[in-house]
């Protein structure tokens, strides 16, 4: 679009500088000036006469020099044009260049057989990336496998230390219940052997008391039948 535009300008910008049009135009004015100074210096006293081409030539130089500064103006413009043109030009067709020995070596086999090369190359490293991927992320499945089975073995190795512990204590206090039970029946079996021996003493206090009781009476009994005996014979002498 740049390009069109640029040589759509140019040309308009060439015909409206062309150098009759601007020589022509800038003539025009010097005759047409000279002749009202002419005119008007006619008019004046004669007094005045000596100095009408004076003017008229200071007028001259002055278009004559702007004439040259416009016509120096429209090649400088003229030239920029043209060679902004053949800038454009030649860039156009550097790239249309450019672009078609790029497209014939991209067609040509010795390209192709290196993109083809690239692209197997880039496969055969992909896949050994993944491979290698791969191969760490099976290390680390591993590992973490490992880890959960240690981690298992610990945990069923503490599950079963506390329930050893657990079961020691039930055993010990098992143990103790029954130490103490048994104190309990020992202490209760002496109790008994006490109080059946305490019952035994009793009833051999109170036997022998009993016993002791009969032969106290035997004695009376025996000191009261010898009494009369001895009355007896006594009053016979």
């Known amino acids: 679009m740049y390009r ?21 135009k800038s003539r025009s004015p010097t005759p047409k000036r000279y002749k009202r100074q002419r005119s008007t210096s006619s008019s004046l006293s004669p007094t005045h006469k000596s100095s009408s081409p004076n003017l008229g030539s200071i007028d001259c130089k ?56 690239r692209l197997e190359e880039g496969r055969r490293r992909l896949n050994d990336e993944v491979a290698i991927q791969l191969e760490k992320e099976k290390e680390a499945a591993l590992l973490e496998a490992r ?10 190795e503490e599950l079963e230390k506390m329930l050893e512990e657990n079961r020691k204590r039930v055993e010990e206090a098992q143990r103790r219940e029954a ?15 006490e109080l059946q021996r305490q019952k035994e ?8 008391q009993e016993e002791e009781e009969r032969l106290n009476q035997m004695k009376l009994l025996g000191k009261n039948k010898l009494r009369p005996k001895l009355s007896f014979a006594l009053g016979s002498k």
């Open 179 to 193: 130490l103490e039970q048994q104190r309990r029946e020992e202490e209760r079996y002496r109790e008994l052997e």
């Open 201 to 208: 003493e009793a009833m051999k206090r109170k036997k022998q």
């Open 62 to 117: 002055n278009a004559c020099e702007e004439l040259k500064k416009e016509e120096e103006e429209r090649k400088r413009r003229q030239q920029e044009a043209e060679l902004k043109l053949i800038e454009e030009e030649t860039a156009k067709r550097v790239e249309e260049a450019i672009l078609k020995k790029v497209e014939e070596r991209l067609n040509s086999d010795e390209i192709k057989q290196e993109i083809q090369k």
């Open 147 to 156: 880890q959960k089975e240690e981690q298992a073995r610990k945990e069923k």
């Open 4 to 24: 069109r535009k640029s040589r759509s300008i140019s040309p308009r910008h060439y015909k409206s500088r062309s150098p009759s049009a601007r020589r022509h």
